[in-house]
């Protein structure tokens, strides 16, 4: 009974790993399609408050993503007022976390100012400028540095900083 625990919950991890990976190659190409952003949808449905908060972190960026193409104004609202709760909720569970401080600040970066979601770029900038070089998986140094050089917020000297 012990082994098909052990076995069962090795399985859970790799999957997640591997969905982890996924979902970080698919999302920033998801701010120009609906229809990324509808796959990485369905491939984060399962995820809840339970979940691990960098998952927790996706999912809430992705409806945000779903407001940018939603259709009525109500749908637009619901879904980024959710998808900033789920971004908090992600980041007070691990605030220490680089990758949620990523994903915040691509949606306050990319919010329309109206919406007032831009207050943590600052705090979210300077935590990542001073953790890149700390972060472990090359694949999500990969990501952030490519999101830093693409970044209006990041000026020449910060964004050679992390090169």
């Known amino acids: 009974m012990q082994y098909l625990f052990f076995i069962a919950f090795f ?9 982890l990976n996924t979902i ?3 999302y920033p190409k998801a701010v120009e399609s609906a229809e990324i952003t509808n796959k990485i949808d369905a491939e984060l449905l399962g995820v809840g408050a339970k979940s ?5 972190a996706y999912k809430g960026a992705v409806s945000t993503l779903k407001a940018k193409f939603a259709k009525t104004k109500k749908e637009k609202k619901e879904y980024f007022k959710e998808g900033i709760s789920l971004i908090e909720s992600a980041l007070i569970t691990d605030p220490s976390n680089i990758e949620i401080r990523y994903i915040r600040l691509t949606v306050q970066e990319n919010s329309p100012k109206f919406l007032g979601y831009h207050k943590n770029i600052v705090d979210d900038k300077e935590f990542i400028l001073k ?6 998986p090359n694949s999500l140094k990969s990501l952030i540095k490519d ?4 970044s209006d917020n ?3 000297s910060e964004k ?4």
């Open 160 to 163: 050679k900083s992390i090169q």
């Open 147 to 150: 999101f830093i050089m693409g």
């Open 52 to 56: 691990k908060p960098t998952l927790l």
């Open 131 to 136: 953790n890149y070089a700390n972060n472990s």
């Open 154 to 156: 990041f000026d020449e």
């Open 24 to 26: 970080r190659t698919q």
């Open 11 to 19: 399985v859970s991890i790799v999957c997640n790993a591997q969905d």
